[in-house]
């Protein structure tokens, strides 16, 4: 049995109360890396924590819904989460590129508009901005698709050399109609107006959830919190919670619900799942 975790907040026991309540009201978001995968040096590597995706198939019968919210393409979080063809996850949604891609287990597509023209002309420039600001070594740039991302983390100083690039990015991020969303040692160049937030929020929308839960490690989660702030103000019932690190504190001291990395997401799942039956 899964103790549930009490959160820690009025706003998110109510949160809480109300998806144990009417959980065929209740929408549950995730981000990916960071909360159902562990952080790892080489983001290729990533995988979802070996017990996430039985806790999701445990819990996704037992809601409205279950959307994965994350800034990678959604085929590649598809793939790293082992979402496709599991028994109770007929009706995932996994929301790639803040929103921009959409794929949806019941039909294994993916639907998305065509990208910014923006990603390929700074894609194309990013090596030489790399090499004058001194930064190749200990620096990686992951192919994104619809954004680009430059990691620090194999730096000798990976904070050092994230704001060392923090200037420059932003320089050729905006000479292309991009925008620098900043991350766990790494900055992500993107097209504008898309956010996790707004897809939250749409999704919540579409769905007529009458409470969400959503739950985020990292910076680019900010958007979601504030959307799920903004939902309560218009009488959707909302959890907020936090996969604590200590590379980013930002978000738990937003949250109603601090758990234990990637690890205490799942046991949350379990619990809820559990608490359901």
Not at 187 to 201: H, N, Q, S, T
Request: glycine share 10%; proline share 8%.
């Amino acid at each position: 049995m899964h103790p549930l975790p009490t959160p820690a907040t009025q706003p998110g026991r109510d949160g809480l109360a109300a998806l144990l309540a009417k959980p065929s009201a209740a929408t549950v978001g995730l981000d990916f890396d960071g909360t159902l995968a562990p952080i790892v040096a080489d983001p290729e590597q990533a995988r979802a924590h070996p017990e996430a995706v039985p806790a999701l198939a445990a819990l996704a019968p037992k809601v409205a819904s279950v959307a994965v919210i994350t800034g990678r393409p959604a085929a590649v979080a598809v793939r790293y989460g082992g979402f496709d063809g599991v028994l109770g996850l007929e009706h995932l949604t996994v929301l790639g590129h803040y929103g921009a891609e959409r794929w949806d287990a019941a039909t294994g597509a993916v639907t998305a508009p065509a990208p910014h023209p923006g990603v390929a002309a700074v894609r194309a420039e990013l090596p030489g901005v790399l090499e004058r600001a001194g930064a190749r070594r200990g620096t990686w740039i992951e192919e994104k698709g619809r954004a680009v991302a430059v990691h620090t983390r194999r730096a000798d100083d990976p904070q050092a050399a994230l704001e060392a690039l923090r200037g420059p990015l932003t320089d050729l991020a905006t000479r292309h109609g991009l925008v620098v969303e900043p991350g766990r040692m790494v900055l992500e160049l993107r097209p504008p107006g898309m956010d996790k937030g707004m897809a939250l929020a749409r999704h919540v929308r579409t769905t007529g959830a009458e409470a969400v839960l959503y739950a985020g490690d990292d910076l680019g989660d900010l958007p979601a919190f504030a959307a799920v702030e903004e939902l309560r103000s218009e009488g959707v019932f909302g959890l907020l919670v936090c996969s604590g690190s200590t590379e980013v504190t930002e978000l738990a001291e937003r949250a109603d619900m601090v758990v234990d990395g990637p690890a205490g997401v799942v046991h949350l799942l379990r619990a809820l799942a559990a608490q359901l039956d």
